[in-house]
């Protein structure tokens, strides 16, 4: 009796250790792919975050997701903090920001080309009045305009870019003033002047949400200050190469995103109230062939 009681406790010793040391080896199986999604804190990075992140998590792997300033991000991507960063404008509009972590990283896929900066007013601006930045400073135009040309923070290309438009066309000796402002103050600025029809220069990009969802004219740059397009890489640190199985790394390598997809994932967000993982989701399954040609 005692050696059949003994011979249970063992056995049952035996496998609940075995059941603790399968759990151990579990835990640490997710950690190692565990995957650090790293983001800039404006929507439209988020629906390609959704993109990326939708694409690992079919692959079998736990995705962590980091979002903040371009300024905060691009570091934390140079430290191995974030092994994946969705996504670089590239040569020009973070130039900057990559020089400082181009020897550790590497470029996964080029997300979707023609990115680029540029200002716009509301189209019930006359076109007659305003149809180039050289046109800001004829009197009768800065009459109209506030003096303040709101953008978004000082790291961003689009206000870095904004710099040069404002010294390419002598607008500071105009009377105007380029603005740094948090994305809610930028978009906040152009949404009242837009409420009251007022005239109003607003920095933005492409893909935006704002392109869809308002009635705007992109202004002639002719000076060409904010350079030529950039094309959105997927970034990687060169840890990910060892995190990743080689066939999904190719699956990555495969994504492609027109510009008209990524503004209409933004749109979702920001008119119809969708998440930006829910966004992705639902322009990925609306272009389920496209999504099944990545994987080819």
């Known amino acids: 009796?005692?050696?059949?009681?003994?011979?249970?406790?063992?056995?049952?010793?035996?496998?609940?250790?075995?059941?603790?040391?399968?759990?151990?080896?579990?835990?640490?199986?997710?950690?190692?792919?565990?995957?650090?999604?790293?983001?800039v804190g404006l929507s439209f990075y988020a629906?390609?975050?959704?993109?990326?992140?939708?694409?690992?998590?079919?692959?079998?792997?736990?995705?962590?997701?980091?979002?903040?300033?371009?300024a905060q991000i691009f570091p934390e991507l140079g430290a191995g903090e974030v092994d994946i960063l969705a996504a670089a404008w590239l040569p020009q509009g973070h130039a900057g920001l990559y020089e400082a972590v181009r020897e550790v990283t590497f470029q996964i896929a080029p997300?979707?080309?023609?990115?680029?900066?540029?200002?716009?007013?509301?189209?019930?601006?006359?076109?007659?009045?305003?149809?180039?930045v050289a046109d800001l400073i004829k009197p009768e135009v800065r009459e109209r305009l506030p003096e303040q040309i709101v953008s978004l923070p000082e790291a961003t290309g689009l206000t870095i870019g904004g710099r040069r438009v404002m010294e390419?066309?002598?607008?500071?000796?105009?009377?105007?003033?380029?603005?740094?402002?948090?994305?809610?103050e930028w978009l906040g600025a152009f949404r009242s002047a837009v409420e009251n029809r007022e005239w109003v220069v607003f920095p933005l990009w492409q893909p935006q949400w704002v392109n869809a969802a308002f009635d705007v004219r992109r202004l002639a740059?002719?000076?060409?200050?904010?350079?030529?397009?950039?094309?959105?890489?997927?970034?990687?640190?060169?840890?990910?190469?060892?995190?990743?199985?080689?066939?999904?790394?190719?699956?990555?390598?495969n994504l492609r995103l027109p510009v008209e997809a990524v503004t209409e994932m933004d749109r979702l967000v920001n008119q119809d109230g969708l998440s930006?993982?829910?966004?992705?989701?639902?322009?990925?399954?609306?272009?389920s062939?496209?999504?099944?040609?990545?994987?080819s």
């Open 1 to 39: 009796m005692k050696k059949t009681v003994k011979s249970t406790l063992l056995a049952g010793l035996l496998l609940a250790g075995s059941a603790t040391g399968a759990a151990a080896n579990q835990a640490a199986a997710e950690e190692a792919t565990t995957i650090r999604l790293g983001q």
């Open 47 to 70: 629906v390609v975050g959704g993109v990326v992140q939708e694409l690992l998590e079919r692959e079998g792997y736990s995705v962590e997701v980091t979002e903040g300033p371009h």
């Open 111 to 132: 997300l979707y080309e023609e990115a680029r900066f540029f200002w716009v007013v509301p189209s019930y601006v006359p076109e007659s009045a305003i149809a180039s």
């Open 168 to 184: 390419a066309y002598d607008l500071e000796a105009a009377g105007y003033e380029l603005v740094a402002a948090p994305p809610a």
């Open 221 to 253: 740059e002719p000076e060409n200050a904010y350079g030529a397009p950039d094309t959105a890489y997927l970034m990687g640190h060169v840890s990910l190469r060892d995190k990743v199985s080689a066939e999904t790394l190719e699956l990555l390598s």
């Open 276 to 287: 930006p993982r829910e966004a992705a989701r639902r322009w990925m399954a609306d272009n």
């Open 289 to 295: 062939t496209k999504v099944e040609s990545w994987g």
